[in-house]
């Protein structure tokens, strides 16, 4: 299984007379171009991602979207992924999924970037991830605490330079 860790684009400022539940702010109109530029630079190195499982919160849900876009993904929805969520249902849904999946899981920080310490190392050691930055895991067997090997990280700006010049749209 190669899982691609996949933090939510840029999103607007939070501001509690916008958005009274922070759950709803979405990504920044610069924030959905850098994330589809980001995942165009993705898709050059990883073009067998076919599910996009994201966070049920707007700005990670988004993001989905444009990855699902670009790589031509099915997306699905698992709570474990919004903040304070769970790396143990997080780790039994990955368990779930056949073993040959690529799959990318879109979330939030802290907690992603400590799920993704979760599966490379056995502890919630972050592995810090910028928005719309991404890493990718890979498991020999079924996924596990400290069973993954982390095979590359990149920052948002490194993909979005694999994306080259090109309009999302």
């Known amino acids: 299984m190669r899982v691609i860790i996949f933090r939510h684009g840029p999103a607007g400022e939070r501001d509690a007379d916008q958005w009274p539940d922070d759950a709803l702010r979405p990504l920044s109109p610069r924030g959905e171009e850098r994330t589809y530029a980001a995942a165009r630079g993705l898709a050059r190195i990883e073009a067998d991602l076919k ?14 979207r444009v ?12 709570d474990a992924l919004r903040p304070m969520g769970s790396y143990r249902k997080a780790i039994e849904y990955l368990v779930s999924r056949p073993s040959d999946d690529t799959l990318a899981l879109v979330g939030h920080e802290p907690d992603l970037g400590r799920l993704a310490g979760m599966l490379v190392f056995g502890a919630p050691v972050a592995i810090p991830l910028k928005k719309a930055g991404a890493c ?26 694999l994306a080259g010049k090109k309009d999302h749209v």
């Not at 990718?136 to 993909?159: Q, V």
């Open 51 to 64: 599910l996009i499982v994201t966070s049920p919160l707007t700005r990670a849900a988004q993001t989905a």
């Open 67 to 78: 990855l699902s876009e670009i790589h031509d993904a099915k997306v699905e929805t698992l």
């Open 136 to 161: 990718a895991i890979e498991f020999d067997a079924e996924p596990k605490s400290g069973g993954g090997r982390l095979c590359w990280m990149m920052p948002p700006k490194f993909l979005r330079k």
